[in-house]
Nanobody, 120 residues
Framework: VQLQASGGGLVQAGGSLRLSCACS????????VGWFRQAPGKEREIVASITYRGRTTSYAESAKGRFTISRHNFQNTVYLQMNSLKPEDTAVYYC??????????????WGQGTQVTVSS
């Protein structure tokens, strides 16, 4: 199992980035996926999540109205479109997956992270 996050970079405040999470998971369509981030000196926090069929999404308050999570199961990929970026969005962003049948547990599989830096 491998999750590969990509798409991070340096962007000015107000700009946009689209993160991708390529998932090498058998039966990927059975997995919920979440995007997390961790800024220096802060705890990791969940930014957005999407259920295995893509029917339900959820967002942190800080992401609502600016970020959109989506998935293409036939491509085994989950995206995080981030618009109107702010300096406080600067962090390492991680994607993670867990089987829908164990939704009450922590995420099982994690990607390596991609750095997002937003300049003011």
């Amino acid at each position: 199992v491998q999750l590969q996050a990509s798409g991070g970079g340096l962007v000015q405040a107000g700009g946009s980035l689209r993160l991708s999470c390529a998932c090498s998971i058998r039966n990927f369509e059975h997995y919920d996926v979440g995007w997390f981030r961790q800024a220096p000196g802060k705890e990791r926090e969940i930014v957005a999540s999407i259920t295995y069929r893509g029917r339900t999404t959820s967002y942190a308050e800080s992401a609502k109205g600016r970020f959109t999570i989506s998935r293409h199961n036939f491509q085994n990929t989950v995206y995080l479109q981030m618009n109107s970026l702010k300096p406080e969005d600067t962090a390492v962003y991680y994607c993670a997956a867990r089987h829908f049948a164990v939704r009450s547990t922590e995420y099982t599989y994690w990607g390596q992270g991609t750095q997002v830096t937003v300049s003011s």
